[in-house]
């Protein structure tokens, strides 16, 4: 099942990449992928970049659009296109003359960014020496807002706070407001809270203020919810014990790839993740590669479902093999029934819903590609050569 999908996905790419060339004259990338991935002062790159790496420093210019994953991503130098970007802590000090879309635990914006600015997380901080010169879009639990923002702000948080200019209207969800005697609005500020808001003596809005209070629902039924999630549970866990019984060589290889290649994995499952869509679009279109991208697109959508079974059975395959040989495939459906259901828990501590959920994704789907490729290889060494 997962060996046709991912076929079928990696052939797709390719026709729908290939169909973006003709209708694109210029497409061109830079992947860099490894523990520290540096781009130096100086340093120009004249195409987009694809990073995965643990800690990641720009320092040089990056002439296109960057699409980076890692633990620590930091950019100082000047990005003359579009960021995409998750990791736990991700650093803007340099200049993005396009949008960017930031996903992490910490970020922490202290230069421009020209376009707009989508952040989650969960404390996000706009420093005073930075700038949005859009749109501002975020949900997180903390928020700061230090710098000014030419566009409006639409968001939610636990805690918000305001001490600068804003060129448009606010639209927030917040548990706690806190509008700065320092704050400039243009327009309109409406915020949904059962606190009221604390405005500062001195906070200049030039439209109104509305406060809107969260209308009482009727608690539901929780076994609803709790009976949901078993059933998607054991739901993915079939389709995951079919996956093991129908193809476990290719299941071994792919818990095998995650444990023995997670850099290049990561890489593989970031092109993937990021590419696909990009190429769907640009065949879109051409019209004529229309049904080429819904297809691809289809695959696309089975493949981030499978990659949760990949990292259940990479993380019961790691712990069982610790102490006893995987061999069977009894076993291997232990190993996938305990990694999964270990992944199904960290999936319920707060905060970390999110960042889990795109490592799992980036993880699985390179690790998918990559055994592929690997299992492909070996059937090629293992044919007799002719003459």
């Given at each position: 099942m997962s060996k046709h999908i991912f076929k079928g996905l990696a052939v797709l790419l390719i026709v729908m990449l290939g169909t973006a060339f003709a209708a694109v004259p210029v497409l061109a990338a830079d992947l860099r992928s490894g523990d520290t991935v540096t781009i130096a002062s100086g340093e120009v790159i004249n195409d987009d970049l694809y990073i995965a790496a643990a800690n990641t420093i720009i320092d040089g210019t990056v002439n296109g659009d960057i699409f980076g994953v890692g633990t620590t991503i930091t950019i100082n130098g000047i990005v003359n296109g579009g960021v995409s970007i998750a990791g736990q802590t991700l650093t803007v000090n340099g200049r993005i003359t396009h949008g960017a879309r930031l996903a992490g635990m910490n970020i922490n914006v202290n230069g421009n960014i020209d376009g707009d600015l989508l952040a989650a997380g969960t404390t996000v901080n706009v420093a005073s020496t930075a700038r949005i010169g859009g749109d501002f879009l975020f949900g997180a639990s903390t928020?700061?807002?230090?710098?000014?923002v030419e566009g409006y702000i639409k968001g939610g948080g636990s805690e918000v706070i305001l001490t600068n200019g804003v060129g448009g209207d606010i639209e927030l969800e917040a548990d706690k407001l806190t509008i700065a005697s320092t704050a400039n609005i243009q327009g309109n500020l409406t915020y949904t809270s059962k606190n009221e808001a604390n405005i500062q003596l001195g906070a200049q809005i030039g439209g109104k203020t509305t406060h809107k209070v969260p209308e009482v629902r009727e608690p539901v039924v929780p076994t609803l919810g709790i009976w949901g999630k078993v059933i998607s549970f054991l739901m993915t866990l079939l389709a995951g014990i079919v996956v093991v019984l129908v193809a476990p060589r290719r299941a071994v290889a792919v818990a095998a790839?995650?444990?023995?290649?997670?850099w290049v994995s990561l890489g593989w499952g970031a092109i993937i993740l990021f590419a696909t869509p990009v190429a769907a679009i640009i065949t879109l279109i051409t019209v004529v590669g229309v049904p080429v991208a819904l297809i691809g697109?289809?695959?696309?959508?089975?493949?981030?479902y499978i990659s949760q079974i990949a990292i259940g059975l990479f993380i019961g395959y790691w712990i069982i093999s610790s102490f006893s040989k995987v061999e069977s495939r009894g076993v291997l459906v232990g190993a996938l029934a305990l990694g999964f259901a270990i992944l199904t828990l960290l999936k319920l501590i707060p905060y970390i819903g999110f960042p889990l959920w795109l490592a799992t994704?980036?993880?699985?789907?390179?690790a998918m590609a990559l055994s592929e490729k690997t299992l492909r290889a070996e059937v090629q060494q293992a044919a007799p050569s002719s003459f």
């Open positions: 928020v700061r807002i230090d710098g000014p790839s995650i444990r023995y290649k997670p697109l289809t695959l696309y959508g089975i493949g981030i994704v980036l993880f699985g789907l390179g």
